[in-house]
């Protein structure tokens, strides 16, 4: 099934320069269950793309298409309901709340979309191979831990999207390892069609589809056999 389509989706910031295409002709399906992988050098427009895959912004032109309806956009409330309902994010720097323990992050979040369920937060710190640091503080627990507390957290509201922005930048490449096998495992478990951003060439293998961007377009878009994650 498909997830969700752009098409000649455009991007352009007004500068006094003159315009900056961060987006200049996007055309993209992602079928549910994918697990896409979007690299790009510096300034290629990755960011923007994945600010507009979860209507944080607003393309300039062309047609995005979530599970059959138009995304909202240029409506600042409807483009929260949107996120709200249908997208979870993982930040490069966990953003984990420090004076609440492992447990609390998730309880607290699943509070915060009105479904706490304390079976499902222990289950979530199972499946990202946390149960033991359940009750510790973010403090009390290594920079890859607190990612894999962050990546429970975020799909604790079974979002339809997951998307991770640089997530394992902040991580050295052992622990990013570790970290990306806890995310794919979440994902499969979950059926969670993700796009994550990086510039990070190791991630690759993660992943069951590799976009490449450039200058705003798309410069390749291939299918891959992913690593296998026991
Ligand atoms: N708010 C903005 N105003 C003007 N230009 C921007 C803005 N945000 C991003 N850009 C430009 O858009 C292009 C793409 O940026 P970005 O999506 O952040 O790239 P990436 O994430 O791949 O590094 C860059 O040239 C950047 O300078
Ligand atoms: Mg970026």
Known sequence: MTLLSMSSVQRYYSTPAGDVKALDGINIEIEQGERVVLLGP????????????????????????????????NDSEAMTRFR????????????????????????????????????????????????????RFPGEISGGQQQRVAIARSIAKRPRLLLGDELTGNLDSETSDMVMKALVHACEQENITAVFVTHDEGLVKFATRVIRIDSGQIVSDEQQTPATVE
């Open 42 to 73: 510096s300034g290629s427009g990755k960011t923007t793309l994945l600010n507009c895959l979860s209507a944080l912004d607003s393309p300039t032109n062309g047609t995005y298409i979530f599970d059959g309806e138009a995304v909202p956009r």
């Open 84 to 135: 709200r309902e249908n997208i979870g994010y993982v930040f490069q720097f966990f953003n984990l709340l420090q004076d609440l323990t492992v447990m609390e992050n998730i309880l607290l979040i699943q509070e915060l979309a009105g479904q706490k369920d304390p079976k499902r937060a222990k289950a979530l710190l199972d499946l990202v191979g946390l149960s033991a640091e359940a009750n």
